[in-house]
């Protein structure tokens, strides 16, 4: 059964680094979401993408985070300068899209650490 | 704004004992409301949904409009049903198009032999 996969499952970096997160959705879908789940915390919503644009974002996801579909498969998402309070589970979500098609598949997620 | 609320952190109930995980939303519209399950080391994947009225490894969950609740029960717990539940509401479509999931904060169900 096709799955989700996220790249890496654990990415340490440095307060201020850059560091880019991979997913590949599974591949007949159309919608593709990033959600974060900080420790101890809710799952929250940060962006969903749609025909190579952003259809919707939450208010995390603010200047510093973007999201790219760089070729056929994966699906990105970059932040331009960690700060501590963005080390959080990162999860990767696709679906199929349309009303009765609107399942979303979970990646199972990259642990990120900003030291 | 639309809010999901899962009052337990905690269930712990024997093997064979009922369960039912509250789940409570608000949300003026007509949502659609999910069932998520995240077992130990496994990705977090979709129970049941209240649109498709189905029973999963013997759970139900049942929309009450009034009580605006979506409750998750089930008759007889076993072993294997310990795991992280999440209750999660999405807007309707034909009201706003928004597909984005509020997640409650989770129940996590203890099946004790």
């Known amino acids: 059964e096709p799955e989700v996969t996220q790249t890496p499952s654990h990415q340490v970096t440095q307060m201020g680094q850059e560091v880019i997160l991979r997913c590949v959705p599974i591949?007949?879908?159309?919608?593709f979401y990033w959600y974060r789940q900080i420790l101890g915390q809710k799952v929250e919503f940060l962006v969903s993408f749609y025909n190579n644009e952003i259809s919707e974002k939450s208010e995390i996801f603010d200047d510093q985070f973007s999201v790219e579909r760089p070729d056929g498969s994966n699906f990105t998402l970059k932040i331009r300068s960690t700060k501590l309070e963005d080390s959080a589970m990162y999860f990767c979500?696709?679906?199929?899209?349309?009303?009765?098609?609107?399942?979303?598949?979970f990646g199972p997620g990259t642990r990120l650490t900003v030291l | 704004a639309q809010r999901v609320t899962q009052p337990e952190k905690l269930l712990s109930v024997f093997k064979g004992a009922p369960v039912e995980l509250k789940c409570n939303y608000s949300y003026s519209g007509s949502p659609e409301l999910f069932w998520y399950v995240q077992y130990s080391r496994q990705r977090l994947q979709l129970l049941l949904r209240?649109?498709s009225r189905e029973s999963i490894k013997g759970f139900t969950a049942d929309l009450n409009k009034g009580e605006t609740s979506f409750h998750l029960k089930k008759p007889f717990a076993q072993e294997e049903d310990s795991a992280m539940y999440y209750c999660?509401?999405?807007?309707?479509?034909?009201?706003?198009?928004?597909?984005?999931?509020?997640f409650g904060s989770g129940t996590r169900l203890q099946v004790q032999p």
């Open positions: 209240h649109i």
């Open positions: 979500a696709s679906s199929e899209g349309g009303a009765a098609s609107n399942e979303q598949f």
């Open positions: 591949s007949n879908h159309l919608y």
């Open positions: 999660a509401l999405m807007e309707s479509l034909m009201d706003t198009g928004r597909r984005a999931l509020t």
